[in-house]
């Protein structure tokens, strides 16, 4: 048993064949559905055209944004070393705490206990060398922009120099 389905948007004339047993259409209009009975002249389409002008001006006020800030780039790459490593150095802790618990417990040998705290144990360690890890992409990060920044400053120096001296015949 098949139901067709007719669309009321001259766009979508065709219908479509679905089972019933298929649940992906529901009895309630969707906004899509609503949004393609808005004439061109409703106050509505009026709206998103000001809103799309407002996104195109936006997007020109920030074309300056695709200028390299290194100032700004060695400021967060600071903070985020200085945040994992907090963070590094208090799962140590964490893991001190938990070694010491492990040692106090070999000798009362309660076997369960001991097993989920070497299990934590391994889970901080694991924790503690991915953090180390994502330190060690956040540095390479780091001198990967710089030499980035480097290359196109001096090919904007080369550039200008180009520019500003007198061109000959011969070249």
């Given amino acids: 048993m098949s139901v067709?389905?007719?669309?009321a948007s001259p766009g979508d004339s065709s219908g479509l064949n679905r089972s019933l047993s298929f649940t992906g259409f529901s009895s309630v209009p969707?906004?899509?559905s609503q949004g393609s009975f808005v004439s061109r002249g409703s106050p509505m389409s009026r709206?998103?055209?000001v809103k799309s002008?407002?996104?195109l001006?936006?997007?020109?006020k920030n074309s300056s944004s695709l200028e390299p800030r290194p100032i700004r780039v060695e400021k967060i790459c600071k903070s985020l070393r200085k945040g994992l490593?907090?963070?590094i150095e208090s799962r140590q802790?964490?893991?001190d705490l938990l070694t010491m618990q492990q040692k106090d417990m070999k000798r009362n040998s309660r076997l369960a206990f001991l097993y989920d705290l070497d299990k934590q144990i391994r889970t901080t360690e694991r924790y503690v060398r991915k953090l180390e890890f994502h330190i060690s992409r956040i540095e390479e990060l780091y001198e990967s922009y710089f030499i980035q920044w480097r290359l196109r400053n001096?090919?904007?120096?080369?550039r200008r120099a180009y520019s500003i001296t007198p061109s000959t015949k011969g070249s």
């Fill in 154 to 158: 001096g090919a904007n120096n080369m």
């Fill in 93 to 95: 802790n964490e893991l």
């Fill in 53 to 55: 002008t407002k996104r």
């Fill in 4 to 7: 067709k389905l007719h669309f």
């Fill in 85 to 87: 490593n907090n963070y």
């Fill in 57 to 60: 001006v936006t997007s020109q």
């Fill in 47 to 49: 709206v998103s055209s």
């Fill in 30 to 32: 969707s906004r899509r």
